[in-house]
């Protein structure tokens, strides 16, 4: 069985309040928290479609995003 690769990705503006958070998750956790070799952090910011590699080359994915109602 292989490794499975998993992608925390977290997206948004952090110029627009609360619309950062998936970003600001991404920056807390970096520092603070040992992760198994097989998961990966990764600031999307506002890239949009760029991210499409790199979502597509992971076998999971979960994304950190707010917005707001």
Do not use: C, Y
Not at 51 to 63: E, F, K, N, P, R
Request: no cysteine; net charge negative; proline share 4%.
């Amino acid at each position: 069985m292989s490794v499975q690769h998993i992608l925390v990705l977290g997206v948004g503006n952090i110029l627009l309040k609360d619309e950062g958070v998936g970003v600001r998750v991404i920056e807390h956790f970096r520092p603070n928290t040992p992760l198994a070799p097989n998961v990966r952090l990764m600031d999307g910011g506002t890239l949009g479609i760029r991210l499409l590699d790199d979502i597509t080359g992971a076998d999971h994915l979960i994304v950190v995003d707010a917005v707001r109602k």
